[in-house]
């Protein structure tokens, strides 16, 4: 049970400092850091609070995960909002473990609901990714995205066992509409804990705004959603014009920014030529 008393707070105060340390320690080097959907949000909280960003150099958020109000999937929409979290930690369970006896009734429950297909697992989670999910095509003459071995090699190692308090605060994201510390629920739980009733917010506009930032997003992304990515964007409109560059990619979904048949040409020669320093 201790070993899952953990949600993306946890990854935000520890595991992203250990990571930092562990690599500044062996290079001697400020770190360059790409970050994917979970990944963005935990960095954008740490840098909101001046981690990690002595030890940074610049960082590519691809998907970029904050605000979570305008998530167009439905397994994800019924997940956050049936409190399922909640109710588990109730009953004494700590994982959640997709492919386990409890994991996969859950899923099947929520694949019940109507308007979910889970026939398609991937396009259920991230939206209709440009080769349509696990079919393999020529999207108008464009190697594009995601094909068949790609897909089975993903869910051969994904999705991997996760805190039923980090699900509960993820849903808590996505029900409240801002970027918040886990709220326990009560008061005083909270009260000690936080020293507050209510959880702290991360405030993203605290970011240093001369931090080097490439955001890049997709237009067809259902849990990145376009607009949710402009909430953020807001959030950073007084950082340096000369240190936030945004990509956007119309025909992008979810997972097309890492198993993309393209993105290599699309979106990692962008994160490299941003690296090296040329604003793009």
Known sequence: MAFWNWSWDELVSFELPALFDYVYG???????????SLGTLTALASFSEGKLVNQLKS?????????????????????????????????????????GAAGGAFLKFLCDNPGVDCSDL???????????????????????CL??????????????????????????TVRNGVVAKYNYGRHDYNLMHYGEAMPPIYNLS???????????YGGQDTLSDVLDVKHLLDDLKSH??????????K???????????????????QVVKFFNGQHL
């Open 26 to 36: 062996q290079t001697g080097q400020k770190i360059n850091y790409v970050g994917h």
């Open 122 to 144: 991937v396009t259920a989670l991230t939206g209709t990714n440009s080769c349509n999910g696990t079919n393999f095509v020529f999207n108008q003459g464009k190697n594009c």
């Open 240 to 249: 340096d014009v000369d240190k936030l560059s945004v990509q956007f990619i």
């Open 147 to 172: 094909n068949s071995s790609t897909v089975d090699l993903f869910l051969m190692n994904e999705p991997q066992p996760t805190s039923i308090m980090n699900m509960v605060h993820l849903s808590q």
């Open 206 to 216: 605290n970011i240093p705004h001369d931090l080097p930032m490439f955001l890049s």
């Open 59 to 99: 960082a590519a958020l691809l998907s970029p995960i904050a605000y979570l109000s305008h998530m167009k999937t439905a397994l994800g929409n019924i997940a956050a909002k049936s409190f399922v979290g909640e109710i588990g930690r109730l009953f004494g369970l700590a994982e959640f473990n997709p492919k």
């Open 251 to 269: 025909d992008y979904a979810h997972a097309d920014f890492i198993m993309g048949g393209n993105a290599k040409d699309v979106v990692y020669n």
